[in-house]
Each structure stands twice: as structure tokens, then as C-alpha cells.
């Protein structure tokens, strides 16, 4: 079993990398129209530039999975500040996508929060269908196909959760096709546990992503037998292996908040559990010290009996 690490956004081993430099509406607002363009195109710029730059870092060290920042366009999706971020960067998007392609790396973004599709209130909807949209609108200027993914959770109970899952698969089923394509669901730590998020991404269609973490904080009933079988099915339409998420507890008092690295002892049962599976599987982690906390894991997990490290993001399990 092929185990491959990634991290999310920002690599901590460059100087200055930030790839999700951001201003706010207020800041926009006080400029002139002139200047309000030269800002935006500046800190898009330079968040491009970031993202090229942990691309090169990550080929370097032999990381093959990376989740871009979503703040890579300030101001994208906000209603009375929308702007073209595609035609001035066309270049700088097609030289990631073609660094990503030939390198066959592995891609992703993961909205906020208040991208969810359960509200009752249309307008978030709404909102949630355009900040979809903005994902997309930058993979597609990349060239990327739906390979590459945009991450949310399903959302809110809202007092009830049948009602509100009825209400998300109606919601759900607004996202034009070329979007939803590159969308998947993931279970969280409070609300829809694993097995509800994967029953939902049975229903609509949708790759499940399995976060560990968040599972051991909202366990349900815990996991069938089958569990893993049917999360891999989930991914069949995609042509790509699975994608997990892992991190572990920051402590028992705030065991949902992620640790700056992830403790091998408390990653060690997950890793069995896919072990025993058997197939090879995608990890991203979401600790607080990014590559520095993937590169350690691996380093980690390098020294278990039976375990080979491939290079530098990856290691075989036998």
C-alpha cells in the first residue's frame, strides 16, 4: 500500500510565501477606481507567484499533494467588488496548471465554511453556487480537469437534520454540472458524521473524503465493515485514487482544534485501518506547521517495521 502526504497552503520552509495575501472591503472601498485595480492585481499577482513557488518547493522535496489557497483572488466573489481575475493572470494560471500536469501533482481547494448548501435562505445558496464557481473558474484557467477538487462539508442541522439533508440535496442539485464535477463532500467534527456524508455522497454522486480527525470527535455509531469499500467507490468517477484528511488533537480540553504536528500514535490506528484495506490512498494533513508537519510524519512513520520511504512525500506499507 502506497501512502502519498500533502500539506495545505502555505509552505512554512519559504520565506515570505504566503500564497493568500488579502485586503479587505473596507480597505477597496476607501481607494480610487485606479487604484483599487492596481491593488487587486498586485496581491493576486503575488499570490500566484506564492502558489508557483510552494509548487517548486513541493517538486523539489517530492510532495505530490498541495491544496491551494482559496484567498488567492481578494475580493473574488464580494457583490459590490467583483472583478475579472482570469484574463490579466491567464498566463501565470496556465504556467500552474502546467507545472501540476507535468509533474502529475495532485490539487485542491477547500472553501470556507459558509460554503454550505443546507441554509434555507436562497442566498446563500446562491453565494455558495459563486464561490464554487470562483474555485472552478481558476482550475479550469489552470487546464485542470475534475481531478483536481473543491473541498466542502454538507453543513448546519438547522434543529433537524432530516428535514435540512432533504433540504441540501434540492440546494445541491442547483450547482451547474461543469462545477459540481470537481466538487466532494467531507464529514465534520460536530454535525454529519462519517457515515451520514457518506450516504450523502452515495446519493448525489460525489467523491467522500474521510477526515480522521474529525471522525474521532463526531464518531456516530462508527464505521461498517464495508466502510472503506464504499468510500473508494465513491472515487471510481474521478479516476484517482482516495483522498483523506489527518491532524491530530491540539489536546484533550481542545481535541477538535488541529496540533502543530500530527502524533504518530494517534494517526497509527487510521493508518492500519487503510492498511488492512489495502489500497493505495491520498493523505493531506492539516496540521499548523503544513510541510513541516507532512515531512515529519513521513520521517515518522519512516522508522515503523514493514514501512519503506518511497521520497519524500510518500512511503510504502507492506
Given at each position: ?14 520565506y ?16 480610487s ?16 507567484t ?15 499533494l ?78 485542470l ?25 434540492r ?29 450523502t ?10 477526515d ?15 466502510f ?91
Amino acid at each position: 500500500m502506497q501512502l502519498r502526504f500533502g500539506y495545505v497552503s502555505n509552505a512554512l520552509a519559504l520565506y515570505e510565501a504566503s500564497p493568500a495575501r488579502t485586503m479587505t472591503f473596507a480597505s477597496w472601498s476607501k481607494l480610487s477606481k485606479e487604484e483599487r485595480e492596481t491593488k487587486l492585481h498586485s496581491i493576486t499577482d503575488t499570490n500566484l507567484t506564492n502558489t508557483l513557488r510552494a509548487l517548486h518547493y513541493n517538486i523539489a522535496h517530492e510532495i505530490e499533494l498541495y491544496r491551494m489557497s482559496s484567498s488567492i483572488v481578494p475580493l473574488a466573489t464580494h457583490p459590490e467588488a467583483t472583478w475579472d481575475y482570469i484574463t490579466p493572470f491567464r498566463d501565470k494560471f496556465k504556467e500552474i496548471g502546467d507545472l501540476v500536469k507535468k509533474h502529475k501533482l495532485r490539487v485542491s481547494f477547500h472553501p470556507n465554511q459558509f460554503t454550505l448548501f443546507t441554509s434555507p435562505k436562497q442566498h446563500v445558496t446562491d453565494n455558495a453556487i459563486g464561490d464554487l464557481d470562483y474555485h472552478v473558474a481558476m482550475l479550469q484557467a489552470m487546464g485542470l480537469d475534475k481531478r483536481a477538487i473543491t473541498n466542502i462539508h454538507i453543513g448546519g442541522a438547522y434543529g433537524d437534520k432530516e428535514e435540512t439533508l432533504k433540504r441540501f440535496h434540492r440546494n445541491f442539485d442547483m450547482i451547474p454540472e461543469p462545477i459540481r464535477s470537481h466538487v466532494t463532500l467531507e464529514n465534520d467534527d460536530k454535525t454529519y458524521n462519517a457515515i451520514e456524508t457518506l450516504e450523502t455522497c452515495e446519493h448525489t454522486g460525489v467523491p467522500f473524503i474521510f477526515d480522521y480527525h474529525h471522525h474521532m470527535a463526531n464518531p456516530g455509531e462508527g464505521l461498517p465493515e464495508d466502510f472503506l469499500e464504499r468510500v473508494h467507490k465513491t472515487w471510481k468517477s474521478h479516476n484517482i485514487r482516495p483522498k483523506f484528511h489527518l491532524s491530530s488533537p491540539k489536546s484533550e480540553k481542545a481535541y477538535r482544534s488541529h496540533s502543530d504536528y500530527v502524533d504518530p500514535e494517534f494517526a497509527l490506528p487510521f493508518i492500519n485501518m487503510l492498511k488492512e484495506y489495502g489500497e493505495d490512498v491520498d493523505i493531506m494533513i492539516e496540521a499548523k506547521k503544513k510541510d513541516l508537519a507532512a515531512l515529519k510524519l513521513v520521517e515518522d512513520l519512516s522508522s515503523v517495521r514493514g514501512v519503506k520511504r518511497l521520497n519524500g512525500g510518500s512511503i510504502q506499507w507492506k
